[in-house]
């Protein structure tokens, strides 16, 4: 018998950014408190766009959701708590990423991560990474499920 794997994937075509945004919005209505997803991929990939539907399915009404590539956070309210959109762009070094107070956020809220790879691996356990690339014209994403995620992810 072989032992359990850690991890569990999908791979989810977005032929338009209208699929992105409705793939954000499926992911919205499963989050909750404690739940963390990041979002790789290149500028242009359509990170901020997954995020804005997740957004929306949080608050529950369309958003605006700026990218908050200046102000590294934006968080709102829905009626499950609060949801943080981060964006790690600009973070120079993983240590000034807890004076923003994300590991607290990573704790009691829905938490959706931009270039997380700005942590350099300081990310929690139990997450969902979704990374989109080119294709075609549109975008793929690809799903890793981490932990308590993986019996999650058949459902997004
Ligand atoms: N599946 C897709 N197919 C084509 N264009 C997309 C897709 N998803 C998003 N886009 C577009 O890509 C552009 C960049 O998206 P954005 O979400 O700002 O990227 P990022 O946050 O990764 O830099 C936007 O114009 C957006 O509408
Ligand atoms: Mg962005």
Not at 93 to 102: I, N, R, T
Not at 129 to 142: C, K, M, N, V, Y
């Amino acid at each position: 018998m072989t032992a359990a794997t850690a991890t569990d994937s999908r791979q989810i075509a977005l032929p338009d950014a209208a699929a992105t945004l409705a793939l954000g919005r499926r992911l919205g209505d499963r989050l909750g408190p404690g739940d963390v997803v990041c979002l790789t991929g290149n500028l242009g990939a359509g990170k901020t766009t997954l995020a804005r539907g997740a957004i929306e399915a949080w608050t529950g009404h369309e958003e605006e959701a700026p990218s908050p590539t200046y102000t590294l956070v934006q968080t709102y309210e829905g009626a499950k708590g609060d949801l943080w959109h981060v964006d790690l762009y600009r973070l120079k070094q993983p240590e000034d990423a807890w004076e923003l107070g994300l590991e607290d956020a990573f704790a009691e809220a829905a938490c959706l991560i931009e270039w997380p790879e700005r942590l350099a691996g300081h990310l929690p356990r139990n997450r969902l990474d979704i990374a989109l690339t080119p294709q075609g014209e549109g975008r793929s994403a690809a799903l890793v499920a981490h932990g308590a995620w993986r019996t999650k992810l058949g459902s997004i």
